[in-house]
């Protein structure tokens, strides 16, 4: 399985960027997808998860910003990320688990100047 992560830039303060991850490789059903981030100096941390069914979950910091989504048919795991702030400053990673172990994608550098 390889997950491709797109989507990455530099953006004003308040401004708006869409991530995508898609895997391709394999035709397994991934359990969960989601984004991790890790700022410069820190370590990494999950920024929003889905699950098969749609379910999500968020980091306390990006509730409300953020917002995950998947595409089942085309295999592609979005981030929509509004608001941005200068903390959401990092290497944005995507990854997709299974029952039998976790993929990850290379990361995509995103930067919110202020």
């Known amino acids: 399985v390889q997950l491709q992560a797109s989507g990455g830039g530099l953006v004003q303060a308040g401004g708006s960027l869409r991530l995508s991850c898609a895997a391709s490789g394999s035709s397994i059903s991934f359990n969960y997808m989601g984004w991790h981030r890790q700022a410069p100096g820190k370590q990494r941390e999950l920024v929003a998860v889905?699950?098969?069914?749609?379910?999500?979950n968020y980091a306390d910091s990006v509730k409300g910003r953020f917002t995950i989504s998947r595409d089942n048919a085309k295999r592609t795991v979005y981030l929509q990320m509004d608001s941005l702030k200068p903390e959401d400053t990092g290497v944005y990673s995507c990854?997709?688990?299974?029952?039998?172990?976790?993929?990850w994608g290379q990361g995509t550098l995103v930067t919110v100047s202020s």
């Open positions: 990854n997709a688990e299974t029952i039998m172990r976790t993929y």
């Open positions: 889905i699950t098969s069914g749609g379910s999500t």
